[in-house]
């Protein structure tokens, strides 16, 4: 049996574990990313290595959204033809992300007010700014002050769910060749937007937050789940990924000599890179299923596969977690009693995750789980093949 077509049974099985391990990586990107900003006030070079070292953390929300699109394009394409498509698949979406992502609205937007009217009079959020919230818009628009602060990484889950909107039409009206056009037109479009963009004196935040700037890594995803569905198409993959991974990093070394630590904000990485650091995620992506390895066996790693399952609910909390624990006095400075600026930045990160870890543990155990034992009552028909797949959020 090929490597190939054990990776097609796999897909075909509905889990393929290695990936939980990738959702593990990208939220613990994304986590030592944030964690480090809010480090000691004492800056040495201690700490500012460990900042540096994390400033990568923000391509954790570019592996998110190659995950994604490869996993909701493969329920999809599974899926197709089958009864209740369209109502199986907005249904389950919906009981895995609406209810912690409402919740968390109504969290930031009433409880101000019922906590009382002082409090409710310095955070209180007109009507007008949060429609754009409640509607999954906010990516097109930015709060001010601490509600904007604990909901400063929704941007991200605006961008996915325009795409759970549109992209099951598009899956439903194509063949596998024409949408495989349509993953390539979204991602050369995505880069000719992202120039325009920046030719026309738009900042790199004012460009990232947008959906057409960012779905070349959505698109990404989509490709390599269409690819995996043809003959050979894991074999080619498999042969390209490592062209697509060195892509990936030179782009990011050229940056990070033209710019150093805010290589990010380059023009290059704004305009090229934003698709360079997805297409090497694809190829790890790839390389995660199709190889057996000590790289698949790490990813299939308790520790990371952990992480990954509770991914959505650390996205989602972890801003406000870190706001509220620095509000009753837990800052980083607090540990340089006991310890050097390094390591109180390291003890700082430590609790922090712990305590995002045990928020994001509760919330899943009485909250979440509740709807999502109610995905039972919507499956797919007998051509669902991976729709069991389950992808993240975030």
Known sequence: MTEASSSDRTLSSGHVPALDGLRGCAI???????????????ETAGVHAIRNTFAI??????????????????????????????RVFYARRALRILPLYYGSLLAVFLVPHL??????????TPLKDQLWYWAYLQ????????????LDAFWTLAIEEQFYLVWPLVIFLCTRKQALWVCLGCIVGAI????????????PEDIGHLTPARVDSLAIGSGIALLARSSGGFDLMKKLSPYAIVTGILVLLL?????????HRDVLMVTVGFTAVPLAYGGVLVLAVTTAGMFNR???????????????????????????????GVVPDRFLAIASPGLALFAYTVFTLIVCVGVAWLIYQLYEKRFLLLKRHFVYGERAGSASADPIAA
């Open 28 to 42: 613990l990107l994304v986590l030592l990313l944030h964690i480090p900003l809010r480090g000691p006030a004492v």
């Open 57 to 86: 953390g923000w391509s954790g929300v570019e592996l998110f959204f190659v995950l994604s699109g490869f996993l909701i394009t493969g329920i999809l394409f599974d899926a197709k033809g089958s009864d209740g498509y369209f």
């Open 115 to 124: 906590l009382g009217a002082r409090i409710a009079h310095l955070d209180f």
């Open 139 to 150: 990516n097109y628009h930015e709060l001010t002050g601490l509600p904007r602060e604990f």
């Open 192 to 203: 000719c937007y992202r120039s325009t963009m920046t030719l026309l004196g738009y900042s």
């Open 255 to 263: 940056t990070l000599l033209r710019a150093g630590p805010a290589y």
């Open 298 to 328: 790490g990813l299939r790693s308790s520790l990371l596969r952990f992480f990954g399952r509770y991914s959505y609910g650390l996205y989602v909390i972890h801003l406000p977690v870190l706001i509220l624990i620095a509000k009753v």
